[in-house]
């Protein structure tokens, strides 16, 4: 099992900064991709950024394109979620999340590990 802890998050106003990170425990010996993904209030969960194990290939939605940076440190076991340009609309709890079998990198089912969530609220 893989236990995920994500930090970061916090107040920010518009066209600002966060860097979210997630460090990762248990059996993490194996190749695995991670993701992070977003839920508003009222909203459903949405993905927003993935990266295979070797950082060679990255996923984002259209919305956070030019602005948002995914990237990982296996020897560290975390990764990182870099915001820039914040907009109000990407207030929401941003969680990661974690597994050696997913397929499809962007649909919140393929993992099976998630962390507990970290806040991010911007204002205007």
């Known amino acids: 099992q893989v236990q995920l802890v994500e930090s970061g998050g916090g107040l920010v106003q518009a066209g600002g900064s966060l860097r979210l990170s997630c460090a990762a425990s248990?059996?993490?010996?194996?190749?695995?991709?991670m993701g992070w993904f977003r839920q508003a209030p009222g909203k459903e969960r949405e993905f927003v950024a993935a990266i295979t194990w070797s950082g060679g290939s990255t996923y984002y939605v259209d919305s956070v394109k030019g602005r948002f940076t995914i990237s990982r440190d296996n020897a560290k076991k975390t990764g990182y979620l870099q915001m820039n340009n914040l907009k109000p609309e990407d207030t929401a709890v941003y969680y990661c999340?974690?597994?050696?079998?997913?397929?499809?990198?962007?649909?919140?089912?393929?993992?099976?590990?998630w962390g507990q969530g970290t806040q991010v609220t911007v204002s205007s």
């Open positions: 248990g059996r993490t010996f194996r190749t695995y991709a």
């Open positions: 999340a974690a597994d050696s079998s997913v397929v499809v990198v962007t649909t919140p089912y393929e993992y099976h590990y």
